[in-house]
């Protein structure tokens, strides 16, 4: 069964700083996407960053990048210059693409709950 | 306007009580899922409905009753919950799952079984 590990339940990062969230995923698929989700208290879950598996090239998005190791099924988001309004829970996502007949299904992880201190 | 819309926000229901929430996604994608997310635990996937017919019903007891009429509306009827029922129920969409498409999100139900 696939599944997804985030090491760190609580991290904290002074506004303006930079922060790294760790995420390990464990899968025997070749094809497969991995996501970031960030929910704010509002409950709203909303995509961060998606990446492609083969895809070699991390993804970035403005603040929020990656760094998506295949080899050793790591895929960390580096938040830089931190933004108050980026205290929030974070998940890391898997999705792998099922070619046997079943449906696609996205695995969470427990997330990691991110305070951006002023 | 979050595309996903799901109502109601809060509901707070007796064991025996019928009740059903209700989920809406105006950005025309094909498929759509119920989540719940306890606290201390992944997000647990439920069931998933791709054009309309549901592909995956992931061990959900039976008192758990997903409809989805058509590809913008799904429900989630609930009847005789357990108090560890209690969670937020979260919907979503995506647009097509089998090329990893991201998942749009309501803000979810905040259910509590007395």
């Known amino acids: 069964a696939q599944t997804v590990t985030q090491s760190q339940p609580e991290m904290s990062v002074q506004e303006a700083e930079t922060v790294t969230l760790s995420c390990t995923y464990d899968?025997?698929?070749?094809?497969?996407?991995l996501f970031w989700y960030k929910q704010p208290p509002s409950r709203q879950m909303i995509l961060v960053i998606r990446?492609?598996?083969?895809?070699?090239q991390n993804a970035t998005e403005n603040r929020f990048s990656v760094n998506f190791q295949k080899a050793a099924k790591s895929f960390s988001l580096k938040i830089s210059d931190s933004q108050l309004g980026d205290t929030a829970m974070y998940f890391c996502?898997?999705?792998?693409?099922?070619?046997?007949?079943?449906?696609?299904?996205?695995?969470f992880g427990k997330g990691t709950k991110l305070t951006v201190n002023p | 306007e979050t595309g996903v819309t799901q109502t109601p926000r809060h509901l707070v229901m007796g064991m025996t009580n019928k009740k059903s929430l209700k989920c809406e996604q105006h950005?025309?994608?094909?498929?759509m899922y119920w989540y719940k997310q306890s606290a201390k635990k992944p997000l647990e996937l439920m069931f998933v409905?791709?054009?309309?017919?549901?592909?995956e019903n992931n061990s959900v007891p039976s008192r758990f009753s997903p409809e989805c009429p058509n590809s913008s509306h799904l429900f989630l009827h609930l009847h005789t919950l357990q108090p560890e029922d209690s969670a937020l129920y979260l919907c979503?969409?995506?647009?097509?799952?089998?090329?990893?498409?991201?998942?749009?999100f309501g803000n979810g139900t905040r259910l509590t079984v007395t």
């Open positions: 409905y791709n054009f309309k017919e549901q592909t």
């Open positions: 990446q492609e598996a083969y895809k070699q």
């Open positions: 996502a898997f999705i792998d693409l099922i070619t046997q007949g079943g449906s696609e299904k996205l695995v």
């Open positions: 979503a969409s995506s647009q097509d799952p089998s090329i990893g498409s991201p998942l749009h």
């Open positions: 950005l025309g994608h094909n498929a």
């Open positions: 899968t025997s698929e070749s094809n497969y996407y």
